[in-house]
């Protein structure tokens, strides 16, 4: 089946410093992506979605000059965490669909951020 | 605005016990509901879904049905095993051209031998 893959699945990063996280899909082309955080113990909360070769849809409450998403080709998009500070502290999951029966969606395996 | 409610874990189950996992959610419209599952150290998989009101979705032997009148979607399997240990996540899509997922809090299963 359609595979969506996410890289790192973990990082450490130091206060004040970016951290890029790419989610990728491996066989197929995906029109959308979709990008999430959880902290613990609570829902996925979408943060943005973000079509190919156009500006990311950031959701209320979500700092688009803080968390830029790029979605440069039909098969990466990233998600740069910019001057990360300890409650940036998450774990962010991507997910991507494409045209086809039911615009299915497929997630990535998430990548933990832990900034210290 | 819509949301889904789904009961807090972890839930603890003997091997072949019967498990049921309930969510409930709150909407305009007519939104599809599903579930998806997570197993440990891999991404979120399509479980389940329904898109309409008394339709069943099953898969794996899981089944949950689209009850508008109580507002639920609650997951089932009758007999569950040790490798249904996961975290089981119910949610509604709001529909149109986004495919925007709202999420429930997500439940861990874990099936003892």
């Known amino acids: 089946g359609a595979v969506v893959s996410q890289h790192p699945s973990w990082v450490i990063c130091k206060s004040g410093t970016s951290v890029k996280i790419e989610c990728r899909s491996l066989?197929?082309?995906?029109?959308?992506m979709f990008w999430y955080r959880q902290f613990p113990k609570q829902s996925l909360m979408l943060m943005a979605t973000?079509?190919?070769?156009?500006?990311?849809?950031?959701e209320q409450g979500v700092e688009k000059d803080k968390f830029l998403i790029n979605h440069a080709s039909l098969t990466l998009s990233t998600l740069t965490v910019t001057s990360a500070h300890p409650e940036d502290s998450s774990f962010y999951i991507c997910?991507?669909?494409?045209?086809?029966?039911?615009?299915?969606?497929?997630f990535g395996e998430g990548s933990w951020l832990t900034v210290v | 605005g819509n949301s889904v409610t789904q009961m807090e874990g972890p839930v603890t189950l003997s091997e072949e016990a019967f498990l049921t996992i309930n969510c409930t959610y709150t909407?305009?419209?007519?939104?599809?509901l599903f579930w998806y599952v997570q197993y440990p150290g891999e991404g979120l998989q399509l479980l389940l879904k329904a898109t309409k009101a008394d339709d069943k979705g099953s898969n794996k032997g899981f089944e949950a049905t689209y009850r508008k009148e109580t507002t639920s979607f609650h997951l089932e399997k009758g007999s569950v095993q040790v490798s249904d240990s996961a975290v089981y996540f119910c949610a509604l899509s709001e529909g149109g051209a986004t495919n925007k997922l709202i999420f429930g809090t997500g439940t861990l299963l874990a099936v003892q031998p």
């Open positions: 066989d197929f082309q995906a029109t959308t």
């Open positions: 973000s079509n190919e070769g156009s500006k990311a849809t950031y």
């Open positions: 909407a305009t419209g007519y939104p599809s």
């Open positions: 997910s991507a669909s494409f045209r086809g029966t039911g615009n299915t969606i497929y």
